[in-house]
């Protein structure tokens, strides 16, 4: 089992950026597939990106694509999720999950472990 805690979240202006970090601890991070995903209020959880568990695979859904970089640090057992260029429709709860299946995946209910999440608010 793995616990993981995002950090990072907070308010910025349209245009901004942060760096969301996600702390695994109880088990290896590198043993997992990690993803970021978000939701919104009123709206279902959605993939955001997702990295191999070396780092050598990412996938990003369109939305952020160009804007966002997921990362990886194995040696210290972190996720990272950097956003650039924020809009105002980022808005949501960021959560880190970890995925024990060896291929990345977009899809939420194939993640085995969740974070709390950390809320990114983008004023316009």
């Known amino acids: 089992q793995v616990q993981l805690v995002e950090s990072g979240g907070g308010l910025v202006q349209a245009g901004g950026s942060l760096r969301l970090s996600c702390a695994a601890s109880?088990?290896?991070?590198?043993?997992?597939?990690m993803g970021w995903f978000r939701q919104a209020p009123g709206k279902e959880r959605e993939f955001v990106a997702c990295?191999?568990?070396?780092?050598?695979?990412?996938y990003y859904a369109d939305s952020v694509k160009g804007r966002f970089t997921i990362s990886r640090d194995n040696a210290k057992n972190a996720v990272y999720l950097q956003m650039n260029s924020l809009k105002p429709e980022d808005t949501a709860v960021y959560y880190c999950?970890?995925?024990?299946?060896?291929?990345?995946?977009?899809?939420?209910?194939?993640?085995?472990?969740w974070g709390q999440g950390t809320q990114v608010t983008v004023a316009s």
């Open positions: 999950a970890a995925d024990t299946n060896i291929l990345p995946r977009i899809a939420a209910p194939r993640y085995d472990y």
């Open positions: 109880g088990r290896t991070v590198s043993s997992f597939t």
């Open positions: 990295i191999s568990r070396t780092g050598g695979t990412t």
